[in-house]
């Protein structure tokens, strides 16, 4: 085994691996950039050595810098997590040459795979079902749309050698392949070096469910279950599950054996992942398709980890040592399920724009993911595991994946984990920037969610005028209108005691008018309990002003509230909407109604970066006209492009950027007459 293991990544992957090394007796040596040096998984290794400035392909990218960081340290070998250089052949191969062994698959397997043009021919000629498309040289835009009209839209154009939902681009007609094709390619070459691009045929209602393979140098390949990743975003995973809800025991066999003999093709050994499509229409379940192989580890491991209680990492380690796999195909087994949502800087509330920024608070529900060995350590605490690599105070960078942690809950039944979710949710603390813990929680909660009746086109379909917030129950609005009303009660209690606003022989006020949402409530606290509107509510809590995070039992229900105050109130955060509060005492509460109210200022004549990015191109001038809808720019944020459109139609008055100014978010790049 070996004594001495380096990590080349970051974040809470750098974490993940230092973890299970540790309870392994193995040493950790962590490589970093400028922007990492306080990070976490920095602090968390035994040794760590830096190796540039923030940019990736400054630091973690080149390959020669990891290299000496491990003759530096004698390291004797090299896990990747996932991302940067985990499925690059060369860096594999300057590993082999430098004596340096590899935490992962062959150097063929990753070619084999990392082409995935080359990887559907192997794929098919190993009996593995593919989509149908084109998979050879495309020459230039308007071959593309030759070659998708011969397919039929719709169609996906992909980079080749793409990954993580980067690089692709959903066509329905001609225009959007011309729209896109040059896009797709530029994210292909400045993401992977590699421009080259594939089509193939959009399958109707997909879902997108992936097998995990692990194989050792002695030639034993086995397949740990499916996880269902459907629920995605611009071809991201946002929540994964094992196993699917769609997966029969036949259909799992029948993907796992072609999985198997897809990896044996290639010699695979270590931990990999092949992608599956899988048609939600055909009811007998027979029609599903090869998409790619990831080989390396997967960001939504854990979820698999949960329900076969297998440490993927550990035996990727193992295996790369030369260890045989501990168990056989009959030993894997399911045991309950697991669900992983993935919390992203980034804020649905404003179209899912990326957000970067300080983590002015930060407080997971859980402790991160422990390293003892134990059940409860794949599983959390009562079934609750966070997977993170930031802190409190740290910065969100817009170098990196915008990914803050991971969120995994396992429970008996898919509902148990579910609702384990919706609950954590709900005590997890960031502020400082966007994020999505409300998004994911208002799909947590959704019907169609829970009847899982999934695809990936889920979020578009659900949500096609974005999300505002997950829908409240009146039930719900009057608990929340109780819990305002104890605030209120408790914070003036406090002003009397403390503050001396009040005389010591006067009560605090404890009858309350309460506007939550829009909506009034009349809001009393007696020696009896709470009423709202004069039916009684129950309601335990414990509340000291200048709490930020309450658990309140109301009639037998427990919540998570979130608070932040504001001028007038508060704001309630709680099962995935943000709830805005205002209080009065109820025998000044008509003072409300001659208020005047504030109205915002029209921007829509103006085209507003926003997101702090890189301005990729600029597609009008000044005297131009442009139409509703119409593309104006693009904008490159965390690796991604975004197409800015133009909210209104007009004639550009003055410009005010160019293709290649960095610009922060809300500055102006245009404005229309």
């Known amino acids: 085994m070996f004594k001495k293991i380096l990590i080349a ?42 190796i540039g400035p923030p940019p990736a392909s400054e630091s973690y990218l080149i390959a020669d810098k990891i290299i000496e960081a491990c003759k530096q340290t004698g390291a004797e070998a090299v896990h990747p997590g996932y991302g940067f250089l985990s ?7 300057a590993l082999a040459d430098a004596g340096i062994e590899f935490i992962g698959p062959p150097v063929g397997a990753i070619a084999a795979m990392g082409d995935k043009i080359e990887s559907k021919k192997l794929a098919k000629d190993a009996g593995v079902n593919v989509v149908p498309g084109f998979v050879g040289e495309i020459e230039d835009t308007e071959h593309a749309v030759k070659i998708s009209n011969e397919i039929g839209y719709p169609v996906m154009m992909k980079a080749s050698a793409g990954g993580g939902g980067k690089g692709m681009r959903l066509a329905f007609s001609d225009t959007d392949v011309r729209e896109g094709f040059e896009a797709t390619k530029r994210e292909g070459l400045s993401s992977f070096g590699d421009d080259r691009v594939f089509i193939e045929k959009f399958i109707e209602d997909p879902r997108h469910i992936e097998i995990q393979v692990l194989g050792d140098k002695h030639g034993n390949i086995i397949y740990l279950n499916e996880r269902e990743c459907s629920i995605q975003r611009r071809h991201q995973k946002v929540v994964e599950e094992a196993p699917s809800p769609f997966v029969t025991p036949k259909m799992r066999k029948a993907m796992g054996e072609q999985c198997v003999a897809l990896a044996k093709a290639v010699d695979y050994y270590s931990a990999g992942t092949v992608e599956l499509i899988v048609s939600g229409a055909d009811k007998t379940g027979e029609s599903f398709y090869f998409l790619e192989m990831n080989t390396r580890l997967q960001v939504e491991h854990p979820v698999t980890e949960c329900i076969t209680g297998v440490d993927l990492v550990e035996q990727m380690i193992r295996v790369a040592a030369g260890e045989k796999l501990p168990i056989a195909q009959e030993d894997v087994k399911i045991d309950g399920w697991a669900i992983e949502n993935r919390i992203y800087a980034e804020d649905p509330y404003r179209g899912f724009l990326p957000s970067t920024g300080r983590l002015s608070r930060y407080r997971p529900p859980v402790e991160g993911w422990t390293d003892d060995g134990a059940e409860n350590a794949r599983r959390g605490v009562d079934g609750v595991r966070v997977d993170d690599g930031v802190y409190e105070g740290g910065e969100v960078s817009m170098f990196y994946d915008p990914m803050i942690a991971k969120l995994v809950t396992w429970g008996e039944t898919r509902d148990e984990a ?5 609950a954590a949710l709900d005590s997890f603390e960031i502020e400082g920037l966007g994020h999505n813990i409300d998004f994911v929680s208002a799909i947590m909660q959704h019907p169609r969610f829970r009847e899982g009746n999934l695809t990936t086109g889920f979020i578009a379909e659900e949500y096609p005028e974005g999300f505002a917030g997950a829908a409240a129950s009146p039930e719900l609005k009057k608990k929340l209108a109780a819990i305002a009303g104890f605030i209120a009660t408790a914070r003036a209690d406090r002003a009397r005691r403390v503050d001396g606003q009040l005389a010591e022989s006067l009560d605090p006020p404890s009858a309350w008018s309460v506007k939550l949402d829009g909506t009034y409530y009349a809001v009393e606290l007696t020696d009896e309990g709470i009423t709202v ?17 309450v658990l309140a039992e109301v009639d037998e229900e427990t919540l998570g509230v979130k608070l932040q105050t504001t001028s007038t109130g508060l704001k309630m955060t709680t099962r995935g909407a943000i709830h805005t509060v205002e209080i009065l005492p109820a025998h000044i509460a008509h003072l409300a109604e001659h ?11 103006y085209l507003i970066c926003p997101m702090p990015g890189l301005l990729v191109s600029l597609n009008v001038d000044t005297g131009d006209r442009v139409e509703i809808g119409q593309p104006l720019a693009v904008i490159e944020a965390m690796k991604m492009e975004n197409i ?20 922060a978010v809300d500055a102006i790049i245009l404005e229309l007459e």
């Open 9 to 50: 990544n970051r974040g809470e992957i750098a974490c993940r691996v230092i973890k299970t090394a540790r309870r392994m007796g193995i040493q950790t040596v962590a490589v970093y950039s400028d922007a990492d040096a306080r990070a976490p998984f920095v602090q968390m290794a035994d040794e760590a050595v830096h």
């Open 533 to 549: 509107d004069r039916e009684e509510v129950d309601v335990a809590m414990e509340y000291a002003p200048g709490d930020r995070l």
């Open 87 to 93: 499925e690059r052949t060369s860096f594999a191969e």
């Open 418 to 422: 579910a609702d384990k979710q919706i």
């Open 644 to 663: 800015l459109r133009a909210e209104k139609a007009g004639t550009v008055k003055t410009v005010n950027a160019k293709a290649g100014d960095s610009l």
């Open 595 to 605: 208020m005047i109210e504030k109205i915002p200022p029209d921007l829509s004549r």
